[in-house]
């Protein structure tokens, strides 16, 4: 029976016309890129005592194939200046986005259509462009229509910080408002693995230019490339790149995407069955609705309403946490000279609804200590987590189930967490093997620091390692707004402990919320939760995530 079945939906599907690449104005083919920044972006090559030479390298001349995004939001044949329209209070000649076109085609012929979204503005610091700001908002904008009527964003194409040279103070915030920008654009295009092309600067003004460099080639974020225009030639003002240089710095954004050649970034693109379903529905109804009267005759109405994903357990458990940090998030409730007391509080008791991921990756009805064989070199007692789903499950109905994903590790400083670690790579493998099979990681629950706060060095890096690692996190998991529970020290190891709770309260990233367990009742050793604290703070966290994230629907956008 199921062999029949599977006929009718290739016979179906043989019915549905494929469409041929359309790479016409507004068709679905457009590879878009965002070319964004200040003068160098935007283009000065030739371009001497306001006056612009009109001299076309061969690199940079029109293509058909290459189309630009004008000031009315339409898209025309892209043609030098880039930027005419858009950097309107300034003389632009040559920028680097024709020639970084004509090269990807030249040297792929497959990519198409190539858009480009020119945005750069001449004289701008990196403050211009934080969000809130109308060139981050034009910028915002300028994508969105964009990707009207289909196309993808390939990348962002970035060149700016000449303006941020000028001052020492500018310079020395550069790296943390450029990261800071990267993210938000990002989160606001939904894109979380954007890549982005950045170029450090050729021309600036002494001696913060290295400063500002430094910043450029020192950030560390996932899918950023940078490349280096210093040594290209320079206009007389000795500050703007020359015809030349600006071709040739186009050639090497081309390669560098070329070597990376990250799948395109979609706003629409059917990747299960329920999508090719809908598709039919959508465009033919009847066919739709003959398939499924075949189904039900075939199979019988029982097993069809099971494929819509109500009829086994694990579908049911699809509200995925992930529990990370170290040992009060591990749990050490109850735990006193090594030993567990085996106290296990209402709040925390098992519950059929209650999954948990094993250290085999295989899920099990959760009991407490949850952490017994992932945090194995330690003794494990009662931790936030079983109260958190508990609490989940009685405040919010709508739950059908909650999957938890324990990975914490007793002892281990903020470092120890960074991308590559073993501890990162076990987490992201068990993020994704909780995935498998249908679910949906609905949040971070996050719990460390003691051990930062034993050096000042340690406790002052605080805050943009955390930082780093929820970024990386979220674009590793593709989950650009995946919210983050963090849990602000009730103790500490060290003399610094203040200094790494304010790091966490002052955590400036969107969906991530902050929940304080100062107060708390600890252990005699003055460092860990007791078991009616850790039930605290379950509820705590809990009510944190119902009220920040409120919807129990696991198919959910956030917000």
């Not at 629409?268 to 529905?281: E, L």
């Not at 993020?431 to 002052?460: P, S």
Request: charged content about 20%.
């Amino acid at each position: 029976m199921l062999s029949f079945l599977g006929l009718m939906l290739l016979a179906f599907a043989g019915l549905v016309r494929p469409q041929q690449p359309d790479y016409s104005p507004g068709s679905q083919g457009k590879n878009i890129f965002l070319l964004a920044g200040q003068s160098n972006m935007a283009g000065r090559g030739g371009v001497v005592n306001d006056t612009w030479d009109g001299s076309v390298p061969p690199e940079c001349r029109p293509n058909p194939s290459v189309l630009r995004l004008s000031a009315a939001l339409r898209w025309v044949e892209a043609r030098e200046p880039l930027h005419k329209d858009i950097d309107a209070n300034k003389t632009c000649g040559i920028g680097p986005g024709m020639a970084f076109a004509n090269t990807l085609l030249s040297k792929d012929s497959s990519l198409g259509v190539v858009g480009l979204v020119p945005c750069a503005i001449g004289g701008t610091r990196i403050s211009q462009w934080a969000r809130g700001g109308d060139l981050y908002a034009q910028l915002v904008k300028r994508a969105g229509a964009a990707l009207q009527g289909g196309g993808t964003i390939r990348a962002l194409l970035w060149y700016q910080g000449e303006s941020d040279t000028e001052s020492r103070e500018e310079a020395e915030l550069y790296k943390g408002r450029l990261e800071k920008f990267f993210i938000d654009l990002r989160f606001d295009l939904s894109s979380p693995m954007l890549p982005i092309i950045q170029v450090s600067l050729a021309s600036g003004e002494e001696p913060d230019v290295e400063t500002v460099r430094a910043a450029q080639l020192g950030l560390d974020l996932p899918n950023v490339r940078c490349i280096d225009a210093k040594g290209l030639q320079l206009q007389p003002d000795g500050l703007h790149l020359s015809t030349p240089a600006q071709a040739r710095l186009g050639e090497m954004l081309a390669d560098t995407f070329l070597q990376t050649m990250p799948s395109p970034i979609q706003n629409s693109a059917p990747k299960r069955f329920h999508n090719f379903v809908f598709h039919i529905f959508h465009n033919s109804p009847s066919l739709c609705l003959l398939l499924y009267l075949s189904c039900v005759i075939v199979l019988g109405p029982r097993v069809v309403d099971s494929l819509g994903g109500n009829g086994s357990t694990r579908s049911k458990h699809k509200n995925i946490f992930i529990l990370a940090g170290q040992s009060n998030m591990a749990g050490r409730g109850g735990v006193v000279n090594n030993i567990w007391d085996g106290f296990v509080p209402p709040e925390s008791r098992s519950n059929p609804a209650i999954l948990r991921l094993s250290s085999q990756l295989e899920w099990e009805e959760a009991h407490e200590p949850l952490h017994g064989d992932i945090d194995v070199r330690k003794t494990c007692g009662v931790g936030p987590g079983m109260a958190f789903a508990n609490g989940l499950l009685e405040k919010a109905p709508g739950f059908e189930g909650v999957s938890l994903v324990p990975c914490a590790v007793g002892g281990t400083s903020i470092t120890e967490w960074a991308r590559g670690t073993r501890l990162y790579k076990d987490l992201v493998t068990r993020a994704r093997a909780a995935e498998e099979g249908g679910g949906k990681i609905r949040a971070i629950l996050w719990y460390q620091g003691e051990r930062d706060t034993v050096n000042q060095e340690d406790a002052e890096a605080y805050k943009d390692k955390l930082k780093e690692l929820i970024v990386n996190l979220r674009a590793e998991l593709h989950s650009p707004l995946l919210p983050v529970l963090q849990v602000g020290l009730a103790s500490g190891q060290g003399p610094f402990l203040e200094t790494v709770r304010e790091a966490q309260l002052e955590i400036d990233l969107p969906n991530v919320v902050y929940v304080d367990a100062k107060g708390l009742e600890l252990e005699r050793d003055g460092l860990h939760l007791t078991t009616t604290a850790q039930v605290c703070l379950g509820e705590m966290l809990a009510d944190a995530f119902l009220r920040s994230f409120s919807s129990p629907r696991p198919d959910s956008s956030y917000p």
